[in-house]
């Protein structure tokens, strides 16, 4: 039987993960009903007063300087926290206000009447009435959750159009405008109208202005509402909250999370997380802190610490020694010599993706083909040069070898795991012609026998990932169809033969293992892809959430978690985060790792890339008392020209 046979079979609809935080059951669909003409509508129901306990600010912003801000939330709901994130954040304003050298400037003297904005019943310079003392909601968070409880999609649908205005300039890649503000305004009759705050491109030179969207929303849409603006959160649920807001922001604004023990000061506050990003190749961060968290509960602190590598306890030494055996090392270099040679259909192929590239927008980094999304980053490394000739800031060679030699002065084994990504796999449907089973990467797969032959243990993932692929049953795939991530297929291809590389180390036969010592249970969940938000506007509302089969792993009744004293460390990038701490959790490779072999294994992510992982490695002196074997596992993009410098240790 086919491991898709196994794993892939009737999936159903399920809730997305903010919507499973919020402890919220599938609800009856929206019923939308567009209002074309205020005279052709029945009379509009009064609007409800709010609830007593919703406050009309969301959050305050703490600024400690132009790159750190504190935004201090007073009542956890998760409308708050999605609001204290969405709202002006500058890691997601960060070059956004630069104008665009295509813009001909037709916005900057339309008059308001004659805006192009067909989806809005009224239009106003200034706030309209209705949405007085109500708190404003971000709305991408809160549409994907209704879409989630009512099946209806009509209000991201209306709220994407509003921002894939393009006022007769198709060529300019930028949004014109966005939605900063959106209100939902419950009438007497158990319908929701929606209020929105547009606010244009600061290079078009427009004041923000306000409209009501030609959409009622009835059904059970103001519960929805209701429990997202009301019901509280505890500090568990807003720590994963901020972790899957990481995840998903990564690959565009390239978030990660600072290591930061919860309700520690820092700048100023005490916030229980801090988020970095780098969108533009200069930091910033933005931590949030919510003061009901600030408790003196001794259960509740110790409950936050146990989330950060520092868990409570002792570690225990253990003697270790090295397994010296080259055989495998020299056994994979021998499989690639030769296996991937410079021809005339490779060079085809680079010069069709790179003809592809050059016809997107330049700010444009995702595009559709064969149903499915690709990264330009990811093509850019098909496209790579000598990537051991890249500069000293750069060129990961150099500083993987010095991290096998502190490694190996420690007597801790290092496996080096790249990632290869999903248009290496699947090169045949970025470029038309292109055979399924040609490997495309010279460069990148020179680069893996570089790596062997300069004495790096290197798990070669390619074979098993392309093995996988063949037994791909539509619309299932070995890789996420909008996301830059392996789907369930691939991963646990990656993780056969990554536990068979494991259990061969000589040390592994006197290492406690207990095989069966873990159960293993099928679910699903879902993911939304996150390529999407590279997309054009208009294109966005096309590519909605998938459902995955995925796996998730116990340790008796409780979803499992590798401890401190675990002899494995597996770091890395998101690729190990994925399904992991984030998603449906305990099902990604750590846990898939430790069933398979018997052996407890510790994760550590970095959202922001693998490149910088090392360095949180670094700070576990105590933790790696424990240690005999560390895997090093990341996507292989950021091996070419990453933008985070891989700096020495």
Known sequence: MRRSDLYIGNVKKIICPFAILLGLCACASDNPRPATDSSSEPATASAQPLPQSVPSTLFEVKASGADKQVRVVAKPTLAALDYAAYSANPIRLAGKDEKPENYAGKMASAKIADYPFPMLESLSESAPVAVAGRPPLAWEPLSKILYAQTGNDSLGILLNAVEAVKWDEPEVFRAFQTVSKLWGVALTDGSVEWWVEVSPAAWTGRAPFYGKLKLVSAGETAEVLNYYLTAEMGAEDAMNWVRTLSSYWYPTLNTDLEQHTPGAPWEGGRPFAVMRGNPMGTPMWVAFDVPAFELSD?????????????????????????????????????????????????????????????????????????????????????????????????????????????????????????????????????????????????????????????????????????????????????????????????????????????????????????????????????????????????????????????????????????????????????????????????????????????????????????????????????????????????????????PMEWDGL
């Open 298 to 642: 001794e259960a509740l602190r110790a409950k936050f610490v146990a989330d950060s590598l520092a868990e409570a306890g002792e570690v225990v030494p253990v003697d270790r020694s090295l397994d010296t055996n080259s055989s495998f090392r020299l056994e994979t270099l021998a499989s690639l010599e030769g296996a991937c040679p410079a021809n005339d259909a490779t060079a085809k192929f680079r010069d069709a993706l790179s003809k592809q590239l050059k016809k997107l927008p330049k700010e444009q980094n995702a595009w559709e083909s064969n149903g499915m999304l690709w990264f330009r980053r990811n093509a850019n490394y098909l496209l790579a040069d000598k990537i051991s000739g890249q500069d000293s800031l750069h060129n990961p060679l150099s500083r993987l070898l010095e991290l096998k030699k502190y490694l190996d002065s420690q007597n801790i084994q290092l496996l080096v795991v790249p990632v290869p990504v999903k248009e290496e796999i699947y090169a045949d449907k970025i470029v038309a012609g292109t055979p399924a089973d040609l490997c495309v990467n010279v460069n990148g797969r020179e680069f893996f026998r570089e790596m062997l032959a300069a004495g790096l243990d290197v798990l070669d993932l390619y074979p098993a990932l392309m093995a996988a692929r063949a037994g791909d049953e539509p619309p299932h795939y070995s890789y996420q169809r909008y996301d830059t991530h392996w789907a369930l297929p691939g991963m646990l291809a990656a993780m056969e033969m990554l536990a068979s590389r494991v259990t061969q180390y000589s040390w592994y036969a006197s290492s406690g293992a207990q095989p069966g010592s873990l159960q293993m249970q099928e679910t699903t969940t879902v993911r939304e892809g996150d390529l999407v938000a590279h997309l054009p506007d208009a294109e966005k509302p096309k590519y909605t959430a998938d459902t995955l089969s995925a796996m998730k792993i116990f340790k008796g009744s409780n979803p499992y978690k590798g401890g401190k004293n675990a002899p494995i460390l597996l770091m890395g990038d998101s690729f190990t985060g994925v399904f992991e701490s984030v998603d449906q959790k305990s099902g990604g490779p750590g846990s898939l790792l430790a069933y398979a072999t018997g052996l407890d294994v510790q994760v550590v992510t970095s959202w922001g890339g693998g490149p910088g992982v090392y360095h949180r490695m670094m700070k576990m002196t105590k933790d790696m008392q424990s240690k005999r074997l560390v895997i090093y596992m990341m996507t292989a993009r950021d091996f070419w020209q990453s």
